[in-house]
């Protein structure tokens, strides 16, 4: 029999990780007395930190009441009230809910929704979707198919549909040539993408997918200015649908409540997940453009897919009253406050720092990427595991944050990515990056000598 600690198949499967027993604003504590810092929200989930007061108020009240009914037979007062905020106002043509359990899901129901779109507007040719290299759209075998995580994707290779190709990711750090200006490289992506639905056949491509901010896979990475009208303008000329992946950036995350505000443009479908229910209830959702449902409607009548917990009562309740308390206490503005602050602070500790080549983010969303040699962007030896030292060195020094490896392309490059709660005061985003200073330092002295 195999010596074990624990039954819960944990993500290493070699050592069981400290029981979380509370939380309050910020903080998470551990069961050996420890008060861990957030500061990246587990992965940009608790935007509003632990035990929010009004949101845990508002879950007790819809489980007293109601707790689950199959969509199948019933729809729910907070799944109703949750779309009507979300969309009753049609942001960017955007006109429909549909409530998932996480992002995977959302982006799930995302691809099948264009499919079908397609099917009944009599274009059933259209069943090729672009993405991007070095993006992350989930784990389910779709999303991880859509999704251009190499090192996430390898032991699936043979199980992933063929439908996905990828393109170069709006990466400036590594991809945009020496010499080329930002307009430059939007034109050269913007050619690689009308090749590739070239290639394909432009009348073959149902959807170019992408996050508006690349979150885990590459670290809080922001598209040049212009990119993504081009990527829309592309789009729209072949008769394709852009679907954007915001399960990370969006919700407030990057100070504004839909990431794409900020880039002039709107996706036809679009992807939610983490800062809707701010991790109170597992809940995602997708958004839809009225065009596309109305076409369905008028066609087969229904959305040809499901789940068991769809439009979940508690779920629903839990992320109205997280959207509630980000709108009543004003906190899209304090992201960009709290933001402004963040970016200051890592220019600070880290701008001059010789391994760390990149600070990027937008709002409470930002990472810090290090290399060996910043004149020659050398990433460090993958051997090394350097993200993995520092989570940890960082861990037991109280802070929680998100670093990651395969930056470059699936197998080289570091990042910690940070996604503090919007809740965050001036003092703890100082803790934050104080703490993250202390702990790359440290680590690196280790691997240097």
Known sequence: ?????SRVLHRSLRETPPKAIGGEGVYLFAEDGRRIIDASGGAAVSCLGHQHPRVIAAMAKQASTLAYAHTAFFSSEPAEALAERLVGHEPGGLAYAYFVSGGSEAIEASIKLARQYFIERGEPQRQHFIARRQSYHGNTLGALAAGGNAWRRAPYAPLLSEAFSHVTPAFAYHEKRDGESDAQFVARLAAELEAEFQRLGPNTVAAFLAEPVVGATAGAVTAPDGYFKAMREICDRHGALLILDEVMSGMGRTGTTHAWEQEGIAPDIQAIAKGLGGGYQPIGAMLASGKIIDTI????????????????????AAAL????????????????????????????RFGNHRHVGDIRGRGLFWAIELVADRATRTSFDPALKLNQKIKAEAFANGLGCYP????????????????????????????IVDKLGTAVDKVLRSVNH
Do not use: N, W
């Not at 029999?1 to 600690?5: A, D, E, F, I």
């Not at 409607?297 to 629903?316: I, V």
């Not at 919007?422 to 985003?429: M, V």
């Open 297 to 316: 409607r008028s066609g087969s009548g229904a959305f040809q897919h499901g789940h068991t917990y769809l439009a979940h009562p508690l779920a629903c």
């Open 404 to 431: 990651g490896g395969g930056t470059v392309d699936g197998v080289r490059g570091d990042h910690v990515l940070l996604a503090p709660p919007y809740i965050a005061s001036t003092e703890e985003i100082d803790l």
């Open 1 to 5: 029999m195999s010596t074990r600690t």
């Open 321 to 348: 009253a997280v959207q509630d308390v980000i709108r009543e206490d004003g906190l899209l503005d304090r992201v960009k406050e709290r933001g402004r602050q963040l970016e200051q602070r890592l220019t600070e």
